[in-house]
């Protein structure tokens, strides 16, 4: 089976501008999570989606947002970037809603200047 | 306090080496655990998945989970210079979907 796949791998924007990063997950999962991994915080949870409805929701301003499709894909966008949203942004998907292992894709890098 | 600790490292051994690599946590509904592996500018690659307390093993890799400690750890069996990277734990509740509360990463170098 092919992998969690995610585009692009590399981003940049400027403050104030808008992004939206796709995740492509693995064939037959149906749950799709969202990580930011930055060198200070580490990872942190931002959303997850099953079934196309958002089912769990991390500490992140109203900026981050995502949805999911019927086909299971999932976007996340962020509005009026800031600095400190360069980051690395992590797809995860999961065959299930929860007892499920969950496997990443290789991440969005993100550089906002 | 952060709900799970790691020790940052980095930790330098020598190959053919046994690693030990560990977390404690605070959280005492947190009952899957995982370690995944992170090379430098990759996505975290899963190794080891358990639940509840107990050991796990698969090849080189020992996964034990202590929850009367909140303490989990995985143990590297001959290490190769191919196994460094940065090592996370992570968990998750039983009826918190996917979430997954991870720890800061313990970084790994193995020489020759």
């Known amino acids: 089976k092919a992998g969690v796949t995610q585009t692009p791998r590399y981003l940049i924007k400027t403050r104030g501008q808008q992004v939206t990063l796709s995740c492509s997950p693995i064939?037959?999962?149906?749950?799709v999570s969202w990580y930011q991994q930055t060198p200070g915080q580490g990872l942190q949870f931002l959303f997850e989606?099953?079934?196309?409805?958002?089912?769990n929701k991390g500490n992140f301003p109203g900026r981050f947002s995502g949805r999911q499709f019927s086909n299971s894909r999932s976007e996340m966008n962020v509005s009026t970037l800031e600095l400190g949203d360069s980051a690395l942004y992590l797809c995860a998907s999961s065959p299930e809603l929860t007892g499920g292992e969950q496997y990443f894709g290789p991440g969005t890098r993100l550089t906002v200047t | 306090q952060k709900e799970v600790e790691q020790d940052p490292g980095p930790l330098s051994v020598p190959e053919g080496a046994i690693v030990s690599l560990n977390c404690t946590y605070s959280n005492s509904a947190f009952q899957y655990f995982m370690w995944y592996r992170q090379y430098s500018r990759k996505g975290p690659e899963l190794l080891m998945y358990?639940?509840?307390?107990g050991n796990k093993e698969d090849g080189r890799f020992t996964a034990q989970v202590d929850k009367s400690s909140k303490y989990i750890s995985l143990f590297i069996r001959d290490s190769q210079p191919s196994d460094s990277a940065t090592y996370l734990c992570?968990?998750?509740?039983?009826?918190?979907?996917?979430?997954?509360?991870f720890g800061t990463g313990t970084q790994l170098k193995v020489e020759l």
């Open positions: 992570a968990m998750r509740t039983a009826g918190g979907g996917n979430k997954l509360t």
């Open positions: 358990t639940y509840s307390s």
């Open positions: 989606y099953f079934s196309e409805t958002q089912r």
């Open positions: 064939s037959g999962h149906r749950s």
